[in-house]
Every structure is written in C-alpha cells, then in structure tokens.
C-alpha cells in the first residue's frame, strides 16, 4: 500500500514511521519536517494534570497514549539510533496563594473522582520533594506518572527512523487533496493508495478538504521561552505546573518555560507582554530561573478543535483521512494516534479507541 501523509509534525512522523515498519511504502510532504507546532512544543506528557472538566473521552485516549511512551520511545531509540529525552520525571502541580490553593484543591478531588493517580502534598513535603521550588509555595500535587519528552529530539528520531526504513520525503508545500493524490505548490502531484492529512491548523487549508473538518479547526497561538543553564544540570526534577505557566526542565541544561493560549489566528509574533508574563509566573514558582540563559522566544500554533479533541479518521473524501486538531496534545498523543491511524490502513475499519473522534462529528457546526 502506498500512503502519503502531508504534514512532517510528531504525528505525521509518527504516522509514516509505524506505517513503514508495517511494511507500507510512505511519502512524507512537508517542506520543512518538524518546523511547526512541534518545534515549539515544550513536551510535557501530562493527561491527569491537564484533564478538564467534561473531556473524560479524551481523557481515556491521553492515558492510553501516555501508557503506550516508554514502548514506543524504547522502538524509536533503537530503530534511530537516537534519543529522544524522554524523563519518567513525574509532574507537581504548585500553589503559590490561597486562591491557587483553592483550586488545585477542586482539581485534586475531580481527579480522583476519576480514579486517577495524585498526591496532594503540604508546602514542607512539595518543598522536599523538590528544593527548587519558591519557600512561599502554599501546598501542591504530585503525579507521579505525568513525563516529559523533548519534542525536537523527537522529531529528529522520527525522520530517522523514518528514513531507515525507506519513508520518502518530499520537501515541498501541499495544495491539495483529493482521492488519492495530493498536488503541490510547485504544480506536482503525489499519488498513492491513502492520503493522511496531518498538517495541524495548516489542514484546513489544502484544498479538497471537506468544508466541515476545515471548519472545525482553528490555529490556538501558544507563546514559550527557552532557557539553559549549565549543560548536565537540571533545574528541577519534576515538571512543574502553576496556575498561569509550566517549566518543563530537561537533564541536558534547557528549561521551557509555557505557554500562553491565544486565538490571534496565524500571528506568531512574540509579544512582551507574554514574555513578562512568562518570566514573572516562572520566577514565582522557582527562583533560580533569574540564573538561566533566556536563548528563545518563539510562538507556535496548535491545532484547535471546538471540543478541543483530535480529529482522527476517514472524512466524507473517499481515502482522505485526517489526523490533526490536537490541540494541546499533539506530542502526547502521537503513539495513540499513530498506532490508530496504521491501523485503520491495515484494515479498513476505525478502531475502537478513536471512535469518539471521527472528523465527521461537526458535520452540524459547519451547516
Ligand atoms: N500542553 C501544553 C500546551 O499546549 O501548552
């Protein structure tokens, strides 16, 4: 089978590295492979810090995802030769007032009534746990099973591995989709036997595409800081997650610091008011992030949906499948949905775990 995916994000990557390996013959179409939302991304992989009131379906497909990293990084590290920072390094959740404490308390309860794993710990105890944090901490949460990745090794390590195992890439912009094809900027087309379209809020875009999937997505800015300290030190042990930004802090020195949550449409100027707001927020949850080197602002644009859940499936165009609207997901969910989506190329029928996010269920919104 010859499937062509457009988009060379994690999912796309993802998507052309376990088709390959399932012995499909795959054409990746970006003009530059892990330049989107991927490249900005901060990796953190926290489906129970994240979760939100109402979204347990999506809830049930980030576990899974989350379950499925240690396999699929172990696979991708030995295929690529690569690493890809992926850090069991578990996730605390801070208050820094009463006002945050109230609410990490709701957030706590809600957890649980879900049966999922956390502790709620008192100032000294989080303090223990992690020494970098602020001395006015109120009290805070750990999540034990909430890691990190770090979204560029990754995409470097899927394009590896990718290559070893023969996935062509094409190195230009996509125009269009249709059964089969997919034509490009340059006047070219790329025929096969599928087409996955996994190019983020860029999806909606391609000519071809049912007018209700381009409808449903839309571009969420998200502004976030790089920083590096001594190479081999890191800042902290856990992610770290406030109210108003998350540290995501890796062993080789980088610390990011995220992200704002913007609808400015496909504007991705850095402001300063999100950097002082980032710095500020950053600062109050650990101080030494005053010593690191700030090397990066950058702004990238994850694709939302109004569910703010993925669109994974079939559409109404014959071979036409999408796999994008990840929101704030995209690099947790790539195992899931690559997993998924291979699948359903091997054998024609949606599988269970991705029934809930047909692309079709907006049908009604774009009408
Ligand atoms: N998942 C973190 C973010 O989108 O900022």
Redesign the pocket.
Known sequence: MKVIVVGGGVIGLSIAWRAAARGMDVTVVDPVPGGGATGV??G?L?PVT?VHYGEEALLALNLDSSARYPDFVAELEECSGLRTGYRESGTLSVARDADDLAALDELVAYQRSLGLEVERLRSRDLRRLEPALAPGVRGGALVPGDHQVDPRRLGVALLEAGRRLGVSQCRQRARGVAPGRVSLDSGEVVVGDAVIVAAGCWSSGLGGMPADVAAALRPVK?Q?LRLRGPAGETLAQHNIRGLDA?LVARSDGETVV??T?EERGYDTTVTAGAVHDLLRAALELVPDVAELALVEHRAGL?PGSPDNAPLLGPTEVEGVVVATGH??????LAPATAAAIVELLDTGAVPASIRAFSPRRFERVAS
Not at 327 to 332: E, M, P, Q, S
Request: charged content about 15%; glycine content about 16%; hydrophobic content about 50%.
């Open positions: 991304a901060a953190m926290a994240e998200g976030i998350y995220g992200a949550v994850r929101y704030r997901n995209g690099i947790l």
